[in-house]
């Protein structure tokens, strides 16, 4: 009976520390974009292709990522939507650089906006 007892405490641990670390994830977005064309992150230019964008909402850090490494990091806050996003679109802004600049992103499915770097300029999402 103490094995049985011990066995079930060990089993329900697990268990609650599993629900912990999905719990922690919910507060990380992550999704395979492809960039048509080259963009600039924070000063890094990134060519174009397909990366991984990852959003930390407690830290308020954005990355891309491509092959596992990050290539860029900046912060970003979420802009309330006046509706849900059907798909996940990038938001670009050409300045009239020889880069578009990366402004964003916004997660399928989402209400809220990942915006990078300041305000101004004219987006449009891809």
Known sequence: M?????????????????????????KTKRKTV?????????????????YDVKFNEETGELSVIKNGKVKATTTAHLEARNNQAKDTAVIIANTGGAV???????????NQNVIVGGSGGSSSAQ
Do not use: P
């Open 100 to 110: 578009a600049e990366f402004r964003g992103i916004t997660f399928g499915g989402s």
């Open 34 to 50: 492809e960039f048509t064309q080259d963009v600039m992150v924070n000063g890094t230019v990134l060519k174009a292709g397909v």
């Open 2 to 26: 103490k094995r049985f007892i011990t066995g079930f405490v060990c089993a329900l641990a697990i268990t609650v520390v599993a629900s912990l670390g999905v719990a922690a994830k919910d």
